[in-house]
Each structure stands twice: as structure tokens, then as C-alpha cells.
């Protein structure tokens, strides 16, 4: 019974809205991992808030994941691939979700001092080095089932796994306030105010079962550390699924496991610290809420295949993450069933302990199972909305099948984008020069085809050409030349220095390099034509354009366009580069001809003209030297012409090349032998890409949601959909308006390429895909429920035969026993079954359904609520039984059959003391007597000193001169007594149980029992559920209480008259007689016991001296006329005894500090400084002191004390120890 537990009255049964709690899931070893796995598998199959699916376990900000393991084996879900498994990689636990370290075991085992070298954990572990050299342990290997090596791992571990808490918990934390937007996305409301932190494992293995309780503590403390108001849960495998795995070990480690849970479950908490210099509160229980999980349930289902529970399991927790009226009202049972939670099952001990005398175990355990009817209607039409969203991409971008491949450009095509978007136009070249002198023509021997986009580059400012230039500037220089009057004779000169003004004008000269001449204008065309051309707005946005048309275009075209561009521009026997090059040599070779040939032969016939004189004038050499002027200049500004030609041919093809490089080049071949570019091709790739990776993604999902579709699982019952009409295929058209309306708010190709490079723009886009794949989904008749429909299809025999295996498989999976008395009854279970429309569903099938109901469960149709679950064609049927007893779990027996063979062999605890953990089972009446007797046996032993406290804690018997343990308290209660040890402590018990013949004596026991019954097992006071106080009489207390009886019978059978005035004496001399057993405070289960529980007390050895014990309770003698002493001072001494000084009248009771060679004992009282004078311990010159003196005195100088040391014939009882220094210390000795 939960001593901290609230009443629960009628207001506890008021529903609680319970909104969704960001949880924190730690997977503890293998179990852990299998269930944590398929977990998160759920999460991102889901589709959240309508179209919504999460990439990544990261991306749901609802969760985060631990995973704890000492095996450092790499695992994923049963039955699946790596390989094949579409979702491997991303429900994988990551190396920051992991603790998986190696164990250094020989730092703590390699010797004993070793191991004592750390005493937080030497204190309690139970394997020493020579058991592990024994055992083989290797702990690289996992806990190899020993509980203790994984609890050891977890203190090796300790600071990792604190800090991972916290940081996983702040994690929450953050993402609750950082992620409203998310949240509102996903469809998901939470409560901020709670976090969950729900462990998961097995009690079979090793890891899961040795480290629940201490990750359960600790995370309890990390919550309270945070101030956080949350709970912390525990879904706990029993080993009934673990036969192919050690069969008796896995059961007994089971039973070990429990043994620890129920014992932290009754609040004696089991961790004192794991580090002494953390400041960490640690609850006295390890978890809010335990449930217990098996391969069979309440209805008689049974699984061979553990992963139907891990399924089961995954799919109950998943549930927890949806905001409809089925996941509130679940989490909400919790909360509205803890009224069973807080009670305990009584277990009555024989009558002849007393008609009240029993046990208790606490109904703090849980169970539940889930089962699902499923049309998969949902899936199946996730996976065709995907579909579209992918024919919508393809459609949109122009991506073509793989067996539709008919959008490719034509060579036409090409040649106009070439001739439109760079002026790359054709032409014949036919304005060959005349040579008048003998030349040989290597490359211009004939017409050419020349392009546009060299003479392109010729044009200048305006209207005007360089080639217009250059003719203008030679005719003014010749024509001043011929009009200048200079004589013919110097015209060669004047010629040759217009040649080289002209060459410098075109070419430039040595002097002056930066001088704007023709052919750095020529290279500033072509420079300044580039960046025209590249320029957003020019052929990026041409080609944007044609990856955006509707009827010739999209991302396939565009892309072939351009590498049939570059093959035109570049290819090495037909391209245009390669022709304009050709062509500027040409233009080259006929410059350097005019100029070298030609030019050269006219310069001599203009020097053989040129004479001076009459006779020049009268052979007719002026005139011809005219011509020979005008053939010079044509010369010199054709080969000028020619020249420019020239460049500008060189300078187009350079443009052509510096256009062919920015479209982009073949840097690589990627995995799948595609060529990889650069420039804008690579620009177009990486959007190609970037579409590729966005449907394979969507691929993924599909494959996904088909994986969960084949998915078989015991608790998954399918339903065949009933098709209304096969699907209509969609016109490739019609799907692209769907996609153009979808990001009509986009723009077209180049923004969109942008907003495919980072997650959150692909996140936008899908988001716009699917919701107008929603908006195109064919709608739902209006009340016609997938799953209803499925259903009507069934014969009333079908349909009853579904209802009957969904609700056998829905019951809670927890071998129990339901007709053993332990109070399992109908309001214990909550049934829900989430379906939509429950009214309808519930008007249709309720009485159906009610009537499937397995039998022998305990549960009735009444606990069946129908609730709506938002999800058509699917119904969820969800139990619970809250608060049982562990006794009630069937396996028990055979689980302690199996750990009290296992325990032979090897350690099954996580602690060496196995003694203060309680058994979980409830024994038979006759085993429960056998217990009783012992424990009755061992108090009484303790109390009249057969039994001694050693500092070990444990209780010792001495036989022959030697003292043997029979074990500390807690295991006498659990196991009883040896059978041998029972006779010797019997046969010694009945010896001192002899020597009690005075009523005084039996008064003593009385008292001492009574004490016993109120001091060591003080009762707690509790309240039941009404409010009503009572004291919580435990099985202790019941004993000390019988003993006590006993007792009070034989002294009113012996003194009836004077019985009652007797243990009113020995109550107030109780001190006098008996004293504490020094560390018996620790021998008490802390649930079972008040706080302020004293120490036992045992019995004086003076006790049995005959006549010891009458002096004490002896009145003033008759004759003397002196009052009776007070407790605590001897009696007056018997007449005529000369010598004796009587003790003074009604002396007040001191106690006394005695002082041996500087060390202080005590304080004693009278009786016992009377001991040890008579023993010689004390003598007249031992310096004693009380309150109220005010310097160490003699013992012979103290007037009360003086009738100690009076001669006595009573025989002095063997010397023994005085008790250990009290805390309050007398002044120093002087």
C-alpha cells in the first residue's frame, strides 16, 4: 500500500482530460531496443495533421530515445534487412541516442581490493573475482543474463547516463517551447507542463533486468531536479516469451527481478547514491506506474513469436501521440484508475496468529493489450497520394519516364535557339580578294561558311562598325595624302607611315599596349557580349523558360537542349567553334598575304613610279603612279579588314568556348553512370537531382507505407477493403495544371530549384502537392464508414468470429489468476474501442461485440466505451487492468522452482544482500504457518539473548563455544529458519524459557513485548479511502503482540491479582532490565513501520540470576519504616545486616559517566554501576559524574552511591564491556 497516496473518494472518479506528454523512451537492453525500434518505425509511417510525414525521428519534437545496452552488437528489428529494409537506417538508434560503451571489468574485480577500492559498488556487489574467473564473464558480449554485471555497468556508466538524462530531458524541455509551429503542422496539442519518461525491457535477461530499478530512481531525480511535474513508467517483459534462451535462468532471473520490484514498489528504496558527490533526491520508489507484460494474457491467448508483443507494445505507446477523443481518453485512465492502484491485497495468516495477523502486497501493477481491426484504407490511400505528388513533380518539371521519352529537342530547334538567343546565323563568306602577285593559299581557297556572331563583334557605337572605321580612316589618309601636294617621290614614305598609323589604329604597338586599338575593342565585345548573355535575365532566363513550357519544354528537354547546344558549339567536326576558328586563320593567312605579298609588290611598282622631273612626267609615271596610290590602298585596307576579320572570328570562337564552359562541362560519372556537370547544366543537374531525390524520397515513403501494409502481427486483424470502384487514371495534363496551380505562388523552374536545396523548401513543396492531391482525392460518401462497409460484407458467423479474436487479443497480456481471491473484479478494467462514427458503430455492433467477450476474464460489456477515433476504416481496441498483486501472476511457482535451482550456481541479485528483498509469491497456509513459528521463534530468541546481533547485521547462535549466523531478520521472514539452527536455538530458548518462574519475570516479558510491538515495529498511522485513520499492524508487529499475549495469559494464570500492577513496574523499570540491540533499527521494511521506530531490546544476563530481577520489583519491607526504593536503586538491606549503609529515601535516579584512562563511557544507571562493582570493573576510586556535580568525584565520595560498595555474597556474573560512549560528553577530567 502506497503510504503517499491520496484518498480516493467519489471525486476520483471524475474523468481527467490528459493531453499528450513529450516523452522521453529509454530502451533497456535487447527487449528495450526491439520495442523502441518498431516504435519509432510508427512515427515515421504516420501520416501527421492530414498530409504530413516525418523524415527523420529528430523531426517529431514529441520524443526523444536512450539507448542502453552493454552489447555493443549492432541489432535492428527482428525479421528485417538491413539491405531490403527501406527504413533501416532511419529507425536506427544514432551514436548520440546510444550508451553502448565497453566495460572495464577488471577495474573493479581484479582483486578484492580492488573491488573495495570503490565502495559504492562493493557494498553491494555479489561477485567476486574468483566467481567471475569461474563464470567466464566477458562483458564485450553483453550482460550474458547476470543481472549484477549490468548494474554494474550502469555505476561504471553513471556520470554518461546522468548527463544524457538531463540533456535529453532538456531537450523536451526546448522543444515544446521552440516548436509551436511544428506542433501545430504534425496536429499534435500537448500538455507543457508534464514530461513521460517510459523505460522499457525485460526481467529475464541480463541488462534490461539489472539496471531497471536504478534508471527507474535516477530518472525520477533528473525530473525532480528540473522541477518538472512528470511521471516515469516501466513496461516490463516477464520471461514467458525467453524459452529459446536458457529456460530456468531466464525464469529465475525473472523472479529476482520481481522479488527487487516488489520490495521498491512497497517504498524501501534500494539506492542510497551512485555518486556521494551528487545532490540528486531519490524517491523512495523507482516508478509511477509498473506494467507487467507476458507472451500470454488474461483471456488464454497465447503468441510463440515474441515479436508480437514487441508489436503490441510499440503500437500501444505509438497511440499516445494523437490528439483525437480515443488517445485522451487513454491517457486518461492512468490518472482515473489509481483508486485500485493505492490498495493491497491481504493475505491472512492461520487463526492461531491471531484473528487479524496478515501480509499485505501492494496492487501497485498494471497490465493492458491492444488489438486492431484494419481495412488499411488509410495506408492504401497514403500511398496513393504519393503517387500523385510524384506524377505531379514529373509532370510539373518535365521528367519523363523510362518508357516515355518522346520530349527531346530537334536539330531545328537547336539551331534556332542558337540563331535566336546568340545570333549564331549562318552565312557564305564570299568576298575573297583579287591577287594580283603569284600566292599560295593553304586555307582560303575558296567560299566558307562564316556565322553572325563574329561580325557581331565588329560593331561599335551606334550603327557603325569597326570595318567602316578602318575603310573611312584609309581613304582620309590617302586622300589628304594625294591632295596634299607632297612630291611623288616621298609618297612611298608618307604611304608606309600611314601603313604603320594604320596598323597601330588596328593592331597597336609595342609602345602602348593599353591603347584602345581594334583588336582590344574587339576583345571588350566579346567580353562584354558574355555577360550579357549570362546574365539572369538573358539566356538563363530563356532556358528557365523552356524547362518551364508547357508543350516543348520541361527539365529532360532543357537538359538535352543544352548538351546538344555545347555538341554544336564544340564538336570537332562539325561544331561552330571549331569552324570559326578555321575561319579566323583564314581571314589570318589572307591578311598576311595582302600584306606581305601583295602590299609588298605594289610598294616597288609605287617606287618605280615615283621618279621625279619632266622626264616622269612625260613617260606617263604620274599618272600610273596615281593608279599604283589607289591599288596600295586597297591593298593595305583590305589586308587591315581581313585582319579584323580575323580577330573577331578568334574573339567569337573564344565567346562561343567561355559560353560552352559556363553552360557547363563533364567533371565525373556518378554511381548510376550519369555524367556529372558543372555550370548551368550543373545548376539544371543539381535541380534534376534535387527533383530525383524528392521523388525518390516519396518513393521511400511508399515503400514505407507498403512494408507496414505486409506487416503480421498477432494483434493486427485484417479486414478486406470493399473497393466501390477501381482507381481512374489521371491525364499526364491534367495532373500538370494540378502542379501548376500548386506553386502558382512560386514562380516557375529557377525559384523552385532554389527551394528544393534545403529541407524546409522541399518541406513547402511537398506540403502543396499534397494538399492538392487531398483536394483531388475522390470524396467519401457522406456516413459510409471503410470499416463498416468491410464488416457488412462478412456473414453475421465472420463477423462475430473478428470481434471474438479482436477482443481475446486485446486483453491484457499478463498470465493471472482471475479466481484466486486477489480481487481482480470488473471495475479494474478499462476497455476502449476507438473507432469513427462510435455512435453508429456502437448502434450497429455494440451488442455483438459485448457478446464475444472472452470468458473467465472478469470483465463485462459495461466496460466497453466506444469513443471516436478520427480514422475511417480502422478500429483500435484498447484495455487495461489496473492495480493487481504480483502474488497473482501464475508463473511464480514455477519461476522460484527455477531461482532456487539457478541461485545454487550463480548470483541472480543485483545486490550481495539478498535478504531484504521480499518474496512476490503467496505461500500456502502451512508455509505461512512454518514462517510464522520461525519468526515468532527468532524474536523470542532475540529478546531473552540466545540470538546476538553481529555488525554485519545478521543474528548469530552460539554452539559450542562458537557462534554460527543464521541470517539477518529480513531473511528469517522470507525464507524462515534452519532446520538444524531451529532445534539449537529451540533447545537453548527452552533453558532460559525455564528460569522464568517469578511473576515479576513474567511481567518483564510482558513489558518487553509490548515495547517490542511499539517501539522497534511502531505501526504507521493511515488512512483508508474514505479518510478514516487506523494504525497499518504489520506481520511484526502481530508476532510481538502474540508473544505478548502469551505472556499476560501465563502471568494471570500465575499472579491474576497482582498482574496488572506487575507490567505497570516493568514498564517503568524496562531500562533497568533489558538493553538496546545496537544497529536493530535497519532490521524493518521502512513501508511496514512508523519513522520513529526504536531499537529492539534483549534481556540483561542478570535477568535469569535468580532473585535479580525480585530485587528490583521488591517493596519496602514491611518492618522498616522507609518508603520503597525508587526504580533503578537496590533494595534496602535485610535486618541486623551490620555494616550496610541503606540507600537514601526517594533519591532521585541519576546516570552516571565513568572515566577509564582518559576515555569516557557511559551514561549508566545505578542497577548498572552496581554490575560492574560487583564484577570489579568500578571500585571506590573510579571517577564518575552526573548532572549537577560540578568536578569528577570518586565513586566512593558520591553519598548515593555509597550501598554499592557494601560487602555482598551475591556471586559477580562474568566480566563483560562497557557500552560505547554516549553522544553528550561529561566536563574533562582534572
Known amino acids: 500500500m502506497n503510504e503517499n497516496a491520496q484518498p480516493s473518494g467519489p471525486a476520483a472518479l471524475n474523468m481527467v482530460s490528459e493531453k499528450i506528454h513529450p516523452t522521453l523512451f529509454i530502451a533497456l537492453g535487447g527487449t528495450g531496443m526491439k520495442v523502441n525500434i518498431r516504435l519509432r518505425r510508427r512515427i515515421l509511417n504516420a501520416i501527421w495533421g492530414g498530409n504530413n510525414q516525418v523524415q527523420q525521428i529528430a523531426d517529431f519534437p514529441l520524443v526523444q530515445f536512450i539507448n542502453f545496452d552493454l552489447d555493443a552488437g549492432e541489432v535492428t528489428q527482428d525479421g528485417k534487412s538491413i539491405k531490403t529494409d527501406v527504413l533501416a537506417e532511419q529507425v536506427a538508434f544514432t551514436s548520440e541516442e546510444k550508451i553502448i560503451e565497453p566495460l572495464n571489468l577488471s577495474k573493479y574485480t581484479h582483486s578484492m581490493d580492488e573491488l573495495n577500492r570503490h565502495r559504492e559498488v562493493a557494498e553491494w556487489f555479489p561477485l567476486t573475482p574468483d566467481k567471475i574467473r569461474a563464470l567466464g564473464i566477458d562483458p564485450s558480449k553483453g550482460a550474458g543474463q547476470i543481472r549484477a554485471l549490468s548494474r554494474l555497468y550502469f555505476y561504471d556508466k553513471y556520470p554518461v547516463i546522468r548527463d544524457k538524462l538531463r540533456d535529453k530531458v532538456g531537450r523536451l524541455l526546448a522543444n515544446i517551447g521552440g516548436n ?60 514467458g516469451g525467453f524459452h529459446a534462451y536458457n529456460t530456468e535462468r531466464v525464469q529465475a532471473n525473472g523472479y529476482a527481478a520481481l522479488m527487487e520490484l516488489e520490495t521498491s514498489m512497497r517504498g524501501n528504496r534500494l539506492v542510497k547514491h551512485w555518486d556521494a558527490t551528487d545532490n540528486l533526491f531519490i524517491d523512495n520508489r ?88 484494419d481495412t488499411q484504407i488509410d495506408a492504401r490511400q497514403n500511398v496513393r497520394l504519393s503517387r500523385q505528388v510524384q506524377q505531379m513533380l514529373k509532370a510539373f518539371f518535365g521528367i519523363a519516364n523510362a518508357s516515355a521519352n518522346d520530349n527531346r529537342p530537334t536539330d531545328r530547334e537547336r539551331d534556332d535557339f542558337l540563331r535566336e538567343q546568340l545570333n549564331v546565323t549562318p552565312r557564305t563568306f564570299t568576298e575573297l580578294p583579287d591577287f594580283l602577285s603569284k600566292v599560295e593559299l593553304t586555307l582560303a581557297t575558296g567560299e566558307f561558311t562564316h556565322y553572325q556572331i563574329a561580325d557581331d563583334l565588329l560593331l561599335v557605337e551606334g550603327d557603325n562598325s569597326i570595318t567602316a572605321q578602318i575603310e573611312q580612316k584609309v581613304e582620309a589618309l590617302f586622300e589628304r595624302l594625294h591632295s596634299g601636294g607632297a612630291d611623288k617621290d616621298q609618297w612611298l614614305t608618307h604611304v608606309r607611315e600611314i601603313q604603320q598609323q594604320l596598323e597601330r589604329d588596328t593592331k597597336g604597338s609595342n609602345i602602348d599596349s593599353a591603347e584602345r586599338n581594334h583588336e582590344v575593342r574587339i576583345k571588350e565585345n566579346r567580353q562584354r557580349r558574355l555577360a550579357e548573355l549570362v546574365r539572369e535575365d538573358a539566356l538563363p532566363e530563356k532556358l528557365f523558360r523552356r524547362l518551364d513550357d508547357d508543350e516543348r519544354g520541361g527539365l529532360d528537354y532543357t537538359l538535352a537542349l543544352v548538351e546538344m547546344l555545347k555538341d554544336r558549339l564544340e564538336n570537332e567536326g562539325s561544331g561552330i567553334i571549331p569552324a570559326l576558328e578555321k575561319n579566323a586563320a583564314r581571314f589570318k593567312e589572307l591578311a598576311e598575304k595582302l600584306e606581305s605579298s601583295e602590299l609588298a609588290r605594289e610598294f616597288e611598282r609605287l617606287k618605280e613610279t615615283t621618279g621625279g622631273g619632266l622626264m616622269a612626267r612625260l613617260s606617263g609615271k604620274d599618272k600610273q603612279a596615281e593608279t599604283v596610290l589607289t591599288q596600295v590602298k586597297d591593298t593595305l585596307r583590305d589586308s587591315l579588314l581581313f585582319y579584323v576579320r580575323h580577330v573577331a572570328a578568334r574573339e567569337a570562337a573564344q565567346l562561343l568556348r567561355e559560353l560552352s564552359d559556363w553552360l557547363g562541362r563533364k567533371e565525373s560519372v556518378d554511381q548510376s553512370g550519369r555524367a556529372v556537370w558543372n555550370g548551368f547544366v550543373g545548376r539544371l543537374q543539381d535541380g534534376r537531382n534535387a527533383v530525383d531525390q524528392l521523388l525518390r524520397r516519396i518513393e521511400t515513403d511508399i515503400s514505407k507505407i507498403d512494408a507496414s501494409i505486409k506487416e503480421k502481427h498477432a494483434t493486427l486483424i485484417p479486414l478486406a477493403l470493399v473497393q466501390n470502384s477501381e482507381e481512374q487514371p489521371v491525364d499526364g495534363a491534367q495532373v500538370r495544371e494540378w502542379a501548376k496551380d500548386a506553386f502558382k505562388d512560386f514562380g516557375g523552374s529557377k525559384t523552385l530549384f532554389g527551394k528544393l536545396q534545403d529541407e524546409e523548401g522541399q518541406e513547402e513543396l511537398l506540403s502543396k502537392l499534397r494538399a492538392k492531391a487531398v483536394q483531388q482525392l475522390p470524396r467519401q460518401t457522406q456516413g459510409t464508414d471503410p470499416l463498416l462497409s468491410a464488416l457488412a460484407a462478412l456473414t453475421p ?7 471474438r479474436q479482436l477482443l481475446q487479443r486485446a486483453m491484457p497480456w499478463t498470465p493471472l489468476n482471475l479466481t484466486g481471491g486477489f480481487g481482480i473484479g470488473k471495475d479494474r478494467y478499462t476497455c476502449l474501442v476507438g473507432v469513427q462514427d462510435a455512435n453508429e458503430f456502437k448502434r450497429t455492433y455494440g451488442a455483438m461485440l459485448g457478446q464475444c467477450l472472452p470468458q473467465g476474464t472478469g470483465m463485462t460489456a459495461g466496460q466497453i466505451q466506444f469513443v471516436e477515433s478520427g480514422t475511417p476504416g480502422k478500429l483500435i481496441c484498447f484495455t487495461e487492468l489496473s492495480g493487481f498483486p504480483l502474488p497473482a501472476l501464475t508463473p511464480l511457482p514455477t519461476y522460484l522452482a527455477s531461482y532456487r535451482k539457478e541461485s545454487t550456481t550463480i548470483p541472480l541479485h543485483s545486490h550481495k544482500r539478498i535478504s531484504q528483498f521480499v518474496q512476490p509469491i503467496q505461500f500456502t497456509q502451512e508455509q505461512y504457518r512454518q514462517f510464522a513459528e520461525d519468526f515468532k521463534l527468532y524474536l523470542h530468541a532475540v529478546v531473552m539473548g540466545v540470538l546476538r546481533r553481529n555488525p554485519s547485521e545478521r543474528y548469530e547462535l552460539m554452539i559450542d563455544q562458537d557462534y554460527f549466523s543464521v541470517g539477518d531478520e529480513f531473511a528469517i521472514r522470507q525464507n524462515g529458519l534452519n532446520q538444524l539452527q531451529r532445534k539449537d536455538i529451540e533447545d537453548q530458548l527452552r533453558q532460559r524459557y525455564e528460569q522464568l518462574r517469578s511473576p515479576q519475570q513474567l511481567a518483564a516479558m510482558v513489558a518487553l513485548f509490548e515495547d517490542l510491538r511499539r517501539g522497534a515495529y511502531k505501526p504507521q498511522m493511515r488512512q483508508d479511502e474514505i479518510g478514516v485513520s487506523s494504525l497499518y499492524q504489520t506481520f511484526p508487529y502481530k508476532i510481538a503482540e502474540l508473544l505478548k499475549n502469551e505472556y499476560d495469559n501465563r502471568l494471570k494464570r500465575q499472579a491474576p491479582d497482582n498482574a496488572e500492577r506487575l507490567v505497570e513496574q516493568a514498564r517503568a523499570l524496562l531500562q533497568q532490565f533489558t538493553e538496546p540491540v545496537s544497529g536493530s533499527r535497519a532490521d524493518v521494511y521502512r513501508d511496514e513501520v512508523h519513522d520513529e521506530h526504536s531499537e529492539k531490546r534483549t534481556l540483561l544476563k542478570d535477568f535469569f540470576t535468580s532473585g535479580w530481577l525480585d530485587s528490583l520489583f521488591q517493596p519496602a519491607a514491611s518492618t522498616a519504616p522507609v518508603a520503597a526504593p525508587m526504580p533503578g536503586m537496590a533494595p534496602p538491606p535485610p535486618p541486623g ?9 526517594a533519591a532521585p535516579q541519576y546516570s552516571y559517566h565513568l572515566s577509564v584512562a582518559g576515555t569516557n563511557y557511559g551514561p549508566y544507571t545505578t542497577s548498572q554501576l552496581q554490575q560492574y562493582v560487583q564484577t570489579g570493573q568500578v571500585t571506590r576510586d573510579s571517577l564518575l559524574w552526573r548532572e549537577g556535580m560540578a568536578a569528577w568525584l570518586g565513586a566512593g565520595q558520591i553519598a548515593e552511591l555509597a550501598h554499592l560498595f557494601a560487602p555482598t555474597p551475591a556471586a559477580a556474573p562474568p566480566v563483560g564491556t562497557p557500552p560505547p560512549v554516549a553522544p553528550m560528553a561529561p566536563p574533562p577530567v582534572n
Open 286 to 373: 523507482p516508478y509511477d506506474d509498473v506494467y507487467i507484460i507476458d507472451n500470454s494474457n488474461v483471456a488464454q491467448a497465447k503468441t510463440s513469436d515474441q515479436e508480437d508483443v514487441y508489436e503490441m507494445l510499440s503500437d500501444v505507446l505509438f497511440t499516445d501521440f494523437t490528439s483525437q477523443d480515443f488517445a485522451n481518453k487513454k491517457r486518461s485512465i492512468a490518472v482515473n484508475q489509481n483508486q485500485h492502484k493505492i490498495r493491497s491485497y491481504t493475505v491472512r495468516l492461520p487463526q492461531d496468529y491471531g484473528d487479524d495477523t496478515e501480509l499485505r502486497f501492494p496492487c501497485s501493477y498494471s497490465s493492458l493489450g491492444q488489438a486492431v481491426l
Open 797 to 803: 458467423d465472420e463477423q462475430r468470429e473478428k470481434f
Open 180 to 239: 509551436a509551429d511544428k506542433l501545430k503542422k504534425l496536429g499534435l496539442e500537448i500538455d507543457p507542463g508534464k514530461i513521460r519518461i517510459v523505460i522499457s525491457g525485460s526481467a529475464a535477461g541480463g541488462t534490461g533486468s539489472g539496471s531497471f530499478l536504478d534508471m527507474g530512481y535516477l530518472a525520477k531525480a533528473i525530473l525532480k531536479e528540473h522541477n518538472i511535474a512528470g511521471k516515469v513508467d516501466l513496461f516490463f517483459v516477464l520471461p
Open 1137 to 1145: 545486616a551490620a555494616g550496610m549503609v541503606p540507600p537514601p529515601v
